[in-house]
């Protein structure tokens, strides 16, 4: 340990062996980290630097990422069910055959990804910017997307019924082989604002 705090596979390893359902690891340079592998679902990363970190086949189950700089990193084969990335900054990393039900993301950057055989179901995309990123065979059913603006991105072979992006944000927002469901003449997207 550097100082005292957790820095190294082995110091956050061992760690969970004392405290299994998760860990307070916030503010911390975890940059270049291996953590693949590992259970750290419930933890709380926010704020912390983890550019080029490895997640691959972790278990993420809930885990804060908000205010992280998530560049480089590996997220391939991860469970990141239920995970919140509010105000983070994810940018060319690895998705591949991620679980991503349930995650939330609000005001957060996500650029030049591509997300394959990833499962997006239920997952709420608010207030975020999307750019040059490929959904491709992607599960996005229920996924919402309000108020997310989208630029040279694209949704391929994916399936999306009864997800939810607004007519006004679908500029920037290509449909390859997938179709989307326009939102009930009512909707407003104030209405989901309030109930956040």
Known sequence: MT???????EDIHRLLIKFPDGLKLKHLDLRGIDLSGLDLSGSDFGGSELSGANFSGSALRGVCFSGCDLEFVNFETADLMGATFHAA????????STRMTETSMMKTDLEGIRFLECNFRKSSIVLSEIHACHFVLCELERARFHGTHFDDTDFVDSSTEGTLVPLENRNGLTLIRTSLEDPPEDYSSRDYYGTM
């Open 89 to 96: 900054h994810l940018k060319n990393c690895g998705f591949k």
């Open 3 to 9: 100082g005292g705090y957790p820095s190294t596979r």
